[in-house]
């Protein structure tokens, strides 16, 4: 019987991958996007002046890292009897952790309650509220800021804005 002594190896050095080769794939993306995010971090503060663009593509692959990496501990925390106690109790602090970060991420709102996040965390420093103010964003019955979930009118007041 012949053994292939390179994939001994890759089993060897990539232990996720005899878990699920699907999800070390996922992984594997994972550590391509930190990569292109460090690389675009650098090159926003490369200079005196910030890098719009660079910076604003760091934010977005932020978001897909975030989402990801979440979905691969939770997928990983969910089979946690294929990993040591050791390893199942790591997973599942890490995925507390991602949880926090995660929320407001995916479901554009605050933890535990129903306000959107406000556009005061944009790491480009865009004050969307302010923006659309601006631009004349209302529609024309009494004044109401116009909801982009089908034009149900929202209640605004200093905190958060609400279809109703």
């Known amino acids: 019987m012949l053994i292939d002594q390179s994939w001994e190896e890759f ?10 080769f699907y999800l070390w794939g996922r992984v594997s993306v994972l550590f391509d996007i930190r990569i292109e995010i460090l690389q675009c971090l650098d090159n926003a503060f490369a ?3 910030i890098a719009h663009e ?4 760091a934010e977005m692959l932020s978001w897909l890292w975030i989402l990801g990496a979440y979905e691969v ?3 990983m925390c969910q089979a946690d009897t294929c990993f040591s106690p050791e ?3 790591k997973l599942s602090t890490l995925k507390r952790k991602l949880a926090i970060v995660r929320m407001p991420a995916a479901k554009m709102e605050k ?3 129903s306000i959107p996040v ?3 965390r944009s790491a480009a420093g865009i004050d969307l ?3 659309l103010k601006s631009r004349d964003w209302y529609n024309r019955v009494g004044k109401q800021p116009f909801d982009q979930t089908g034009g149900r009118h929202c209640q605004t007041n200093a905190k958060y804005t609400r279809a109703t």
Request: proline share 3%; charged share 25%; aromatic share 6%.
């Open 87 to 89: 390893a199942a109790a």
């Open 11 to 20: 089993e060897r050095q990539n232990p996720l991958a005899k878990f699920s």
């Open 47 to 49: 200079n005196d002046l």
């Open 111 to 113: 933890i535990g309650k």
């Open 73 to 75: 501990v939770r997928t």
């Open 129 to 131: 509220r302010a923006y």
């Open 54 to 57: 660079s910076l604003s593509r």
């Open 118 to 120: 406000t556009s005061g």
